[in-house]
């Protein structure tokens, strides 16, 4: 099950050098975050005739351990740029993780071994053609062998994130999207969500919640050798 969302701006004193490696970078371009956020000194943005742009790396599905953020090799996580502050729109968001690099606003990933630090930079470009960058940290650990059990990944379009889950409108139709899901050992076969009373099979569904208020949707992805897994996902229904 994913963890809170854990920024940079959470784990400043954080430092680390040595890369580990990395596998399974995906991208999920979504609606950004509209949390409030402090400007890290940090981050470098270039300043031009008093535009900005202040680039957030936010990872879903990190651990805090002390001042370190820590993450298990074969555990899918997700790096969120859609708390990036910027006074022309964004044109691109490029993340390198080790010697891969994959454009979107948000991107899902999994380290293949652990035992280093791994460096995440998000580099950010706006329409007007300023840049920012910024990175983090992440100590990832290793594993004896793979779980059998699948991993869930989900996604939603249009929606806000919000910790580990999303903000969307009452009566707007929402895609959740699972397709990133994985197995270490085999491979996805099943996908069901469950919406209170109602429940959807299928990697990619479609559900618009009728009024306010806050609701858990539960999605499980079940492997070709049966195991399943499960995680529930926070959604807060606005006007």
Same mark, same amino acid.
């Given at each position: 099950?994913?963890?809170?969302?854990?920024?940079?701006?959470?784990?400043?004193?954080?430092?680390?050098?040595?890369?580990?490696?990395?596998?399974?970078?995906?991208?999920?371009?979504?609606?950004?975050?509209?949390?409030?956020?402090?400007?890290?000194?940090?981050?470098?943005?270039?300043?031009?005739?008093?535009?900005?742009?202040?680039?957030?790396?936010?990872?879903?599905?990190?651990?805090?351990?002390?001042?370190?953020? !820590?993450?298990?090799?074969?555990? $899918?996580? @997700?790096?969120? *740029?859609?708390? &990036?502050? /910027? %006074?022309?729109?964004?044109?691109?968001?490029?993340?390198?993780?080790?010697?891969?690099?994959?454009?979107?606003?948000?991107?899902?990933?999994?380290?293949?071994?652990?035992?280093? !630090?791994?460096?995440?930079?998000? $580099?950010? @470009?706006?329409? *007007?053609?300023? &840049?920012? /960058? %910024?990175?983090?940290?992440?100590?990832?650990?290793?594993?004896?062998?793979?779980?059998?059990?699948?991993?869930?990944?989900?996604?939603?379009?249009?929606?806000?994130?919000?910790?580990?889950?999303?903000?969307?409108? $009452?009566?707007?139709?929402?895609?959740?999207?699972?397709?990133?899901?994985?197995?270490?050992?085999?491979?996805?076969?099943?996908?069901?969500?469950?919406?209170?009373?109602?429940?959807?099979?299928?990697?990619?569904?479609?559900?618009?919640?009728?009024?306010?208020?806050?609701?858990?949707?539960?999605?499980?992805?079940?492997?070709?050798?049966?195991?399943?897994?499960?995680?529930?996902?926070?959604?807060?229904?606005?006007?």
């Amino acid at each position: 099950m994913l963890e809170r969302t854990l920024t940079r701006r959470s784990v400043l004193e954080h430092a680390g050098t040595a890369a580990a490696g990395a596998t399974g970078l995906g991208v999920a371009d979504r609606a950004g975050d509209g949390a409030s956020r402090e400007r890290d000194p940090m981050d470098r943005g270039d300043d031009c005739s008093g535009g900005r742009v202040e680039p957030d790396v936010a990872v879903v599905g990190a651990r805090r351990r002390d001042d370190d953020l !820590v993450v298990r090799a074969g555990d $899918a996580i @997700t790096f969120d *740029a859609s708390g &990036t502050e /910027s %006074a022309e729109p964004v044109a691109s968001y490029v993340w390198t993780v080790g010697d891969e690099s994959v454009d979107g606003e948000r991107v899902h990933h999994a380290f293949e071994r652990g035992g280093g !630090v791994a460096t995440v930079e998000l $580099a950010v @470009t706006d329409e *007007a053609g300023r &840049t920012a /960058s %910024a990175s983090v940290d992440l100590h990832v650990l290793g594993r004896d062998r793979y779980d059998e059990s699948p991993t869930p990944v989900h996604d939603a379009s249009p929606a806000r994130t919000y910790d580990d889950g999303y903000v969307v409108r $009452a009566g707007e139709p929402v895609t959740f999207d699972a397709r990133d899901s994985w197995d270490p050992d085999g491979d996805v076969v099943a996908y069901e969500w469950r919406f209170r009373r109602e429940s959807r099979s299928g990697a990619v569904v479609e559900h618009a919640f009728r009024r306010r208020g806050n609701f858990r949707v539960t999605l499980s992805v079940t492997d070709d050798a049966g195991a399943t897994e499960s995680v529930e996902v926070p959604v807060h229904v606005t006007r």
